[in-house]
């Protein structure tokens, strides 16, 4: 079993940034591909990024590309999401996500779910 706790979401005006953190607990967690899902209001979930174990290959939707970081940090089984240039369609719940296969988390097909946090991002 693996569980992750989020944390770093708020509100925060259009243009600016915040980081979220994910903590994992469970076996071999630093083995996993860890990601971030978010779902905002009356929209489908959608893939935001993963970061794999090791080597750390990062991958991102095209709509936080250039904005968005993920970055991992494996002696604290913490994975982060730095999202810079906030829009106000950034809105939304964001997840942290694992699994063995970074495919299966870009197809929201992962095992694991953290409860998610709520980033807010006002006009």
């Known amino acids: 079993q693996v569980q992750l706790v989020e944390s770093g979401g708020g509100l925060v005006q259009a243009g600016g940034s915040l980081r979220l953190s994910c903590a994992a607990s469970g076996r071999t967690v630093s083995s996993y591909t860890m990601g971030w899902i978010r779902q905002a209001p009356g929209k489908e979930r959608e893939f935001v990024a993963a970061i794999s174990s090791s080597p750390h290959y990062a991958y991102s939707a095209d709509s936080v590309k250039g904005r968005f970081i993920i970055s991992r940090d494996n002696a604290k089984n913490t994975v982060f999401l730095q999202m810079n240039s906030l829009k106000p369609e950034d809105t939304a719940v964001y997840y942290c996500?694992?699994?063995?296969?970074?495919?299966?988390?870009?197809?929201?097909?992962?095992?694991?779910w953290g409860q998610g946090t709520q980033v807010t991002v006002s006009s």
């Open positions: 996500a694992a699994d063995r296969s970074s495919q299966r988390i870009v197809r929201l097909e992962n095992d694991y």
